[in-house]
């Protein structure tokens, strides 16, 4: 193997890749990135069998072939290096060489042989969306899945497609997060559950663009592979079936509050650093007096806090408690200017809904607290 490329290039494709490069394994190599000619230019891939991520970094190459190096050292060699022409070839006692300027490094090299084959899909692609549709959806879905390992199922995220349009729903015992996103065209009733942590890399790799993002399931292998332009992302799936959380969802309500997003989430990130001492425990009095204002108190052995803020309220006043840091997760990652609040008594789950258009609801547990 013999090619030429340049430092920027080859840095950001081992950075890219490098998320998925094995940090705890029981095979050595997992730990390295694969190097090989492809199409004229050089193919990176690591993996931790969890999820692959493929590069292709534009090169110019005289002699085809593949290896292996540990992701680390390369990375940290090609990083040093200034940005110019990086000459990289695999020498006859199997060592890789980088040459650059003056600089010339030997580094170990284990054959490309021994690496997990890594292929792309041969199969059409399920279903395209814009990277912007796709980020706006994960952003507001994703940390709602469970982070424990309890019951696996509750680690990945549902992902359906129905016609010209997306669902991605994520859940713990305690809230469920569901948006919806406009495919890009009609798609395959199909519907899958991915590892919350395979979209949190894939969301390293998203863009406010209009991009298309090439979604390809491959039954065979029960993998979901993304492509965006010279990048794919391949996460295996998670068998089993994800719980009916329509059933969670409140219908009806007979109390709604309209909140100013900024002030609110402001009041309750206060509460919070009290709260946080007694199991992040807020509550919410919301009254009608006056056109409408929630009052917000927490209390704990370190102290106690209230808040007041006006809010526009339609239907009875009520009480009730959220744990404050579910509140303040959906907050932070939607940042639409206002939200609804739908209450049905303090016992009920609660429905957040952004105000500015967008597929998306939250449902939040309350938390029952002595009366």
């Given at each position: 193997m013999k090619l030429s490329a340049i430092q920027d290039h080859l840095a950001r494709g081992l950075a890219i890749v490098g998320h998925a490069v094995a940090t705890r394994n029981t095979l050595p190599i997992l730990s390295n990135v694969y190097l090989g000619t492809e199409d004229g230019g050089l193919r990176l891939v690591?993996?931790?069998?969890?999820?692959?991520?493929?590069?292709?970094?534009?090169?110019?190459?005289?002699?085809?072939?593949?290896?292996?190096?540990?992701?680390?050292?390369l990375a940290d060699v090609v990083n040093g290096l200034p940005n110019e022409k990086i000459d990289l070839s695999l020498l006859a006692d199997g060592r890789a060489q980088i040459k650059c300027g003056r600089n010339a490094s030997h580094?170990?090299?284990?054959?490309?042989?021994?690496?997990?084959?890594?292929?792309?899909?041969?199969?059409?692609?399920?279903?395209?969306?814009?990277?912007?549709?796709?980020?706006?959806?994960?952003?507001?879905?994703?940390?709602?899945?469970?982070?424990?390992?309890?019951r696996p199922i509750l680690t990945g995220v549902l992902t359906k497609f129905t016609g010209e349009k997306a669902t991605f729903a994520a859940a713990d015992n305690y809230r469920i997060a569901v948006a919806g996103a406009p495919l890009a065209e009609a798609a395959p009733e199909t519907s899958l559950i991915v590892p919350a942590r395979s979209y949190t890399e894939l969301?390293?790799?998203?863009?406010?663009?209009?991009?298309?993002?090439?979604?390809?399931?491959?039954?065979?292998?029960?993998?979901?592979?993304?492509?965006?332009?010279?990048t794919m992302l391949v996460s295996r799936l998670i068998e089993g079936q994800f719980p009916n959380f329509q059933q969670v969802v409140p219908t009806s309500h007979t109390t709604k509050v309209t909140l100013d997003r900024d002030g609110f989430l402001s009041a309750v990130k206060l509460a919070q650093v009290v709260a946080d001492a007694s199991a992040h425990i807020v509550r919410f009095a919301i009254s009608t007096d006056g056109g409408g204002a929630i009052d917000i108190t927490a209390a704990a052995d370190v102290?106690?806090?209230?808040?007041?803020?006006?809010?526009?309220?339609?239907?009875?006043?009520?009480?009730?408690a959220f744990n404050a840091k579910y509140?303040?997760?959906?907050?932070?990652?939607?940042?639409?200017?206002?939200?609804?609040?739908?209450?049905?008594?303090?016992?009920?789950?609660?429905?957040?809904?952004?105000?500015?258009?967008?597929?998306?609801?939250?449902?939040?547990?309350?938390?029952?607290?002595?009366?």
């Open positions: 690591a993996t931790n069998l969890d999820i692959a991520i493929t590069h292709w970094v534009p090169a110019k190459v005289e002699e085809k072939g593949s290896t292996t190096i540990p992701a680390r050292l580094l170990r090299a284990t054959p490309a042989d021994d690496y997990p084959p890594v292929g792309a899909a041969s199969e059409r692609p399920t279903a395209r969306i814009t990277q912007k549709a796709l980020k706006a959806a994960l952003e507001s879905t994703v940390f709602a899945a469970a982070g424990d390992e309890a969301l390293r790799l998203l863009s406010d663009v209009e991009d298309l993002v090439e979604i390809t399931f491959t039954p065979t292998k029960n993998q979901l592979q993304f492509k965006l332009g010279d102290g106690d806090h209230a808040a007041h803020i006006e809010a526009k309220v339609e239907g009875e006043g009520t009480t009730i509140l303040v997760d959906v907050l932070s990652r939607v940042e639409a200017d206002q939200f609804s609040l739908e209450l049905t008594g303090p016992v009920a789950p609660g429905l957040l809904r952004p105000l500015d258009g967008r597929d998306y609801l939250h449902v939040v547990m309350p938390v029952r607290t002595p009366s």
